[in-house]
Every structure is written in structure tokens, then in C-alpha cells.
């Protein structure tokens, strides 16, 4: 069971607008699927070790060379919107005029 | 009531790898180039493409790990961290989460609780009034710098002032820079520090409500910022207000402090293991590849230059300034003329050479390491006074040279130690001070120094005091 | 101008392999081949494809191994300049860079690219009809669906508009609409057909794979697609080559059919099943022994995957944001920017997955939903392997049911997922499986899944090329009269 808030607090992470009629629909559906997802719960799976990949690769790394970069008009070939060679975004509400590293935690 | 407060602080580093290319794809790391100019569809994070980790970035991992003792995983992963920001292509971050590629540690007086490795954010340019959309202000993101590997280095909070955090950062950068692993710059990012800061009671055990405090770039700047925040947070207390968990902007221009997001904009970065990338595993190839790469880190230098009898003082000076202890080593090894004491070259080093060029890096200035230990050397072979090798060292920090061809032409050669040129000298300031030669020859030694002096006064200075001091108890037989 | 000695239909009525044997032996040409293919995509109206190539490509170099019998490529392949929008409205008209790893592999081995064909939205869909572009039409009878999502794949072949084509499965996506359409679909062991440019719905699910006419177009095409590529480190090729089936007989071979995906209580169409009972007959009569097996796990993986896919799909879609391509909606700031776009950008079925996604992802939820999700996927990977200990194939219907009408579905999402039933296992457990034509009920196709161990797509293809000539199925009623 997810109800309106959950749907609406869920849809916010994803930057998803949900008219009220949507939140509804969304939260009996989600509710739904979210019931016959919920038998898994049923199952005793101690000691099962997840899987989050089925190959059986490690590492598999890339030597450090360097490859030949786009040229920046096909960069910005498919951008809405474009300025001073860069892609031109409104402001995130930040009280500072550089993001140097801000959004990484 | 006036408590007493004691600040705990945990430091977060980031530090951008000097790798060729980025974390995840080919591009070249970008010095400052036009914007989007170091882009692939990868690191633009286009429909369709996937992540490739750099073995070098794994490299230096290891490497960053085994300089800070930590223990090396031997099977890690990345995970996703999602968010939605411009400077974020992908809508996540590729990062490492609860399987980090080393644990643990310590460096100086502080532990260390993780290191992972993550690629950076883009860069958000202000665009300015001119650049508006729709009547709101704009920004510009320029991807040249998304996906620069970097390493993440945590520390416990074990940091318990503003000042310890600046120097313990100091001792990291150095230990990072000896390690050839990143260009370490504060100021040009390459080396960026968060901290994590609370506040408690002295004597109590538990840790209060953290704030973490960014921006701070520069080593000023972070000892200002911890400083300021210690205050706010004190104040707070003392007002009977409650520390919120936040995190906070440190504006270095105004020092004020101010709070980044919004308590609705609670975070949940949703982490889930990176389905596009497999474990790193260490193999003992790599792990012996990372070992073969470790230079001499300041701690085991520290040790060593002890060994060779130099003072606990400048061994630690010497270990921890790289720059300084390179240089140290290089006249040491230049031999030549007079071989140089240790001790007595790294006084000269730590002491007159830093006094003489500040900050200023020694390789870089007109004093050769060879100059500098044939200076000390002559000084030793006392074919100079202390006086005027300074004199020398001065003419060597202005205008480069050999001490030896400087001594010649300006004169300023020792007397004395074989030279009987200083002998009528003696003679004659005994002569001139009757009264002091009594005093001398009834015992009282102290006396000599007005001999001394007038000797000095008479060479200019380049007597030796023992040697002035060895003739005049040879004439009055004292 | 003289006469041309081959009509479109004749050129397109064949095989792919008879097609390359044709122009290897000088009877046709490329070029000739590629006309009627392109004339026929451009005339359909199933509504099949997104985009069909206006000209010939250069032609294929001489002694290439697909002689340049052209290829249709689900839409969200990225193509080079040519439109990949993976069947949405937030990337409408999106023309990338570069082109994906196996398109540009197919197209060195002399496969050109004929069109780009229609999907389920971001490959989000069992019947095609969550498309932005329309629903695609299922040849056999218009008014009902195709499958999907690889939809306008199979719909294309079935209708002889294109030789063969390009699907990609993430929990059945392939074999469903095959079964569907009455084609061949084969979805490869995860790894073996690298992943780099297409465009990501479940990156650890998500897997490409042939659709085509028979098991042996089916066998040509893969043994061209396998292989590691550099730039997906979860791609490890293909041990060996892909051959060309052979078998005549199932002499030895031990057929397994699963309890838990055949039995009761799964919706399974009584005449679905009877044309799968009927195929078993047949297997035993080719010498194979049929058994029925244990997948003790198999009930949950529809609940299984309908966690970790939708998780991984709301991180895939979190790069649709309005900045470096696609669509945007302005809307002042920057997060009214971001919602506006995505918001509208999206289909209700996107939407309803990211949804699904974000919410078993988030803070507190993670473990009982994902890390449950993950470890009841271990326990299918072991239900699969214990079973091939005693069995060399584990054998079911593909879809419970033959090809439903337009809109049959679409107000309920639960009974539309149903329709993986039988095919999210093999996903989840990273196996081949092959989805070959067995027979019609109520006059639309059945399909039969084969499903054997990682790697085993020789010994499957083998099976399925004894097993499809024993069938003899007729194709023709999915295909217009010329
Ligand atoms: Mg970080
Ligand atoms: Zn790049």
C-alpha cells in the first residue's frame, strides 16, 4: 500500500508532476503491483547472497590513454538550450554563483 | 553559566586525481580549456553509453591507501548516488558506497575512516541577468571537468580545532603530492575539504548535532571557516538554541555562513550498486604495482633523516616540506667541495636557506644544492667565518655563483689555521689593550671577547673567533 | 531499361540466409535486395517503423559474411545522424553521435541499416502500445497487438518489411512479440552482445538479440552480433562461434517443462497450451524426453523483476533532464524545469516504472524490496542450474496467451506484466532462451520457449531447428499478398 503522500513524496525524488487525479491513479496502481511484489517477503532468504550482476567479470578496467574528444558544436548539437559554449540551464536556487565540487558530498 | 565547549571535527577530502584521462572515459583531463571541449558521449552521459573504470584512478587508490596504512579491499564496487543537478550528467553520480576501495588508516595524529574513489561534477557557471530564461537567472555547465577522477578521503572526527584541521590538511597534502597522485591545489580545486563539525561539553563523550561546512578553498580559508562555524555553534548553544544538521556555505569574502538547501529538500540518494560496471578486484599484480610505485613517504623520511644525526627539529621540517627535504638530499649527495655534516647542512637548509627564500621553493632559486654544501663544508674547514658565509649565502640567493670564487673576490676568507697573517694582528690588539691582556692572564677568560672584537674589527671579519682565541692563550701562556 | 528479373515480392519472400546465398552466387544483387526491403518498410502500415533509410548505403564489402541483406534496428539502438528515441516523446528526433557497438559490428559484417522500427516506450511494455509513436499493429490480425516491446521488430519480419531485425529483452521483450507475431526472436546469454549504445532500460537485464523468419536467419544473425566489446565491461563474448543448426533429431535430448510456469493458476490460454502439448509430442517423437521439473523460485520472479527493473530504470531515466538533448518545458526555475519536462516528456508507463523504482530504492525500502529482489534472483539462478543438472533444456508456452487485443490491457498494468510470466526467469538468470512459431490457437500464433545454460545458444539453435522443421509452421498469414 503507497498512499498519496508516499506517491507524492516518491514522484518529487524523481521529478515527476502528478496532477490529483494522477496521485490517485498512481497510488491504487502502485498499490497493486506493490501487493504481488510484497510475496517476496514471504520467503526466508538468510544467508542468500544478493545478485546484482550475473557475469562473473572483475576489474575489467580501461588503460589510462586518452581518446579523441567530441568537438564541442557536436556537444552541443542536440542542447535546448545553448550559451558561451555551454548548456544553458536556470539557476539552481543556490546561494552561490559557482557549484565548484558544491553538489558533491 | 559559562560552559566550556570542545569542537569535533571529521573531515571529508576530495582530491582530483592527476590521471590522463577522465574516470570513466577517454577524455583528457581539462586545464582550463573552453568549456565542453573534453567531452565524448560517455561523460556527457548521452542515451546509450556506459561508464569504463581507469586503472590508473585504481592505481593511485591503492597507492593514496597504502600511504595512509589503510586496509585495501580486496573485491570492491561502485555504487550510484542519485540526484537530479545540471552539473550531474547521468542524474547519478558513479561512486563507491558500503564496499569502498580501502578502510581505515591513519596519518599523524588523526584515523582515517575510508577512502573510495567517484568521478566529479561538472562545472555550474553563473550566466548572469543576460543569460535569462524565461525571467529567471541562468547558469552554464560546461562538462570538461565531469568525470575527473577523484578520491574521497574520510577522516573519524578526530580533528579538535581549526588549526589542527589546517595543519593535519597540510601534512595530507604533502603526503599526497610526495605520492605523485594529484597536483594538490586548493585554490585551483584539485584539493577540495569539507568538514563535518559539532560541538560538545568538555568531559562528555557524546557528539552533538554536525553541520558540514563547504567551500572552503583555501588553507585560510578552512581555519577561518571551522573557526566561524565553532562560534555560530557555541553561540547557539549558549542561547539555548538547538544545532540543526545542515550544510552550510562558507563565504570567504563576507566569512558569513550560510545554510546551502532547504530542510524540505532532504536528500535521499537512493545508492544502489553501479549495474554497468563489475567489481574491482586487487590483484596481487596490482597491489605489487602500487607497492613498486610508493616514493619514500615524510613519515619514513622523518625516521631516516634522524638516523643521520639530523635534530628531531629539521628532520621533521625537512620530511614534511618535500621541497625542502629534496633539496637537503641533493646537496647532501653533491659531495664536491668539503664534504658537509648533515646536521650542519640541514641548520643551514631549515635555518639561513628558508630565511633567505620563505615559501619560495629552494630547487627554484639561485642556490644550488652543490653551492650551498661546499658553503657548509668551507665553513666547517673553518676557510670561513659563520659570519661571512651568511654574507655568502646572501650573494648566492642574489645572484647564483660558488661560494668559493665569492670568498675569493670579495675577500672574505677565514684567517687564521695555518695563515700567519692573523698572528701581528693578535699582537698588535693585545698591544692596544693592555688592561684586557692583565684581565686575561689573571683568569678571567670573558675578557678575550674585547680582543676578539677589535680583531674582527681590524679583518672585517674574517677571523676565526677559536682561531684568535687559540693565539691569544699562546702569547700570555694561559 | 530491361525487365527486372526479380519482383519485391519474390526478393523480400525470402530468407535472409537464402537472400546472402542468392547474392553470393550472383543471382541478386545487394542493391536490389536493399530496394525492396526499403520500398516495403516505407509502404508499411502497421506502423512498424520510426524512420526507413531513404537511399542505399554504400554497398557491403565484397565477400562480406551478411552480403548486404539490410537489418531493421529497434528504435533505441543509437544510429549514428538517424533518429533513436527509443520510442519517446522526451527524446523525439534525437540523432546521436555515434552508433551502437553491435549496429556498427552487424554493419561491418555487411548487414546495412534499413529502419529503425517502433517500441514500447524506453522497451517499458508487453504489447507495443506504450509507444509515443502509436501502437504497432500485429500483422496477423490488425486489431490486436504485436507484443513488445521489440514490437515493431517482430511485427516488421512477420510482415516480410524487413529480412530480419534487432530486438533487445529485458524480461521477455524479444521472445513475447515473436511468439506473438509467429517469428523466431532469441534472447543471448546476458554478456555475450555488448550493450554500449543501447539505449538503457535494465542495464543488468537488458540484452539484444535476433528476430527473424527461422532458426537459421536467427543463428546467421547472432554469430555476427556476439562478441566482446572494449568499451562494456560487462560484455564477455561468445566462447567459440555461433554455427549454423544442423540437428534432425532430439536423439538424447532431455526436455524439462517446469511445473511452476506451465501448471495452473497462471492465466495460461487452454489452446496455448495445447499447441505447447503438443509440441512436447512431437520433441518425444524426434527421440527427446520430456519430464516435468522443478523451479521452485520461478512463482517470485515476476515480483523479482518487477523491482530490480523498475530501480534500475529510474536511475537509466534520470539523464532525461531537459539539458544536454531531448525536450524541455521551461518553467522558471530550475526544478520546474526539470518536472515539466520529465512530466511531460514521459509516458504513463515510464512513469508509473520510474515511480515503482524510486520508491523501492528509497530510504528505508531498499532492503525489503531490493535487496530481497536481489537475493530471490540468486535463488532463481540456482533453481536454473539445479535444473540443468537433469535436463539440457527447460522448455514452456512463451506467452501465456496468444496476441490481445488493442487496449485489452492497458487500464490494468498488473495483467499487462503477467504476460512475462514465463519469460522473466531466463532474465533474471542471465540464460539464452529462443522463442520459435509453434502453431496457431484461435488463428494467431503460439510460441515455444527453449531455454538451456549460459552459452548454450548452439545447442539451443540445434534443438529449435529440429524442433521448427518438424512444426513446418506456415508464416504466410501474417504476410499481405504482393
Ligand atoms: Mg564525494
Ligand atoms: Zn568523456
Known sequence: ?105 | MNREFEPVIGLEIHVQLSTKTKMFCGCALSFGEPPNTHTCPVCLGLPGTLPRANARAIHFGLMIGLALGSELAPRSIFHRKNYFYPDLPKGYQISQYDEPLCRGGQLGDIRIHRVHLEEDAAKLVHAGSSGRIHGSEASVVDFNRGGTPLAEIVTEPDVRSAAQAREWLTLLRTTLRRLGVSDVNMEEGSLRCDANISIRAVGSTELGTKTELKNMNSFRYLERGVNAEIARQEALLRAGGEVVQETLHFDPATERITSLRSKEEAHDYRYFPEPDLVPVAISEEMLSAARDAMPELPAARETRLVGLGVSDANARQLAWRTELGDYFEAALGAGGNGSAQPQALANWVCNELVARVGEEDPNASSVTPAALAELVGLVAAKAVTIGNAKLVLDRLVADGGGPSQIIETEGLGAMGGGDDALDPIVEAALAANGDVAEKIKSGNMKAIGAIIGHVMRETKGRADGAEVTRIVREKLGV | MTEARNTFSELTAMTACTAVEAIERGDISAAEVFEAYRVAAAADDLNAYLWVAEEAPPAAPAGAALAGVPLAVKDLFCTEGVPSQAGSKIIEGYRPPYTASVVARLAAAGAPLLGKTNQDEFAMGSSNENSAFGPVLNPWDRARVPGGSSGGSAAAVAAGSAPWALGTDTGGSIRQPAALCGIVGLKPTYGTISRYGMIAFASSLDQAGPLTRDVSDAALLLAHMVGKDERDCTSVGFPGVIERPTATTLAGVRLGVPEELTGDGIGMEPGVLAAFNATLALAEELGASVETCHLPHATHALSAYYVLAPAEASSNLARYDGVRYGARVEDGSLVGMYTKTRSQGFGAEVKRRIMLGTYSLSSGYYDAYYGSAQRVRTKIAEDFRAAFEGFDFIVTPTSPSVAFELGAKTADPLSMYLSDYCTVPMSLAGIPAISIPNGLSEGLPTGFQLAGPAFSENRILDAAFALEQAIGFDASGARTPA
Open chain 1, 1 to 105: 500500500m503507497i498512499d498519496r503522500e508516499q506517491v507524492l513524496h516518491v514522484a518529487r525524488l524523481a521529478r515527476l508532476e502528478l496532477t490529483d487525479a494522477e496521485v490517485g491513479q498512481m497510488s491504487a496502481e502502485l498499490s497493486a503491483v506493490l501487493d504481488h511484489i510484497k510475496k517476496i517477503g514471504e520467503l526466508d532468504l538468510s544467508g542468500v547472497a544478493p545478485t546484482s550482476h550475473v557475469v562473473e567479470v572483475v576489474s575489467a578496467l580501461r588503460p589510462d590513454v586518452v581518446d579523441p574528444s567530441l568537438p564541442v558544436e557536436v556537444a552541443l548539437a542536440s542542447a535546448p538550450a545553448v550559451a558561451g559554449g555551454g548548456f544553458l540551464v536556470p539557476s539552481p536556487q543556490a546561494p552561490v554563483t559557482s557549484s565548484e565540487g558544491q553538489s558533491l558530498r
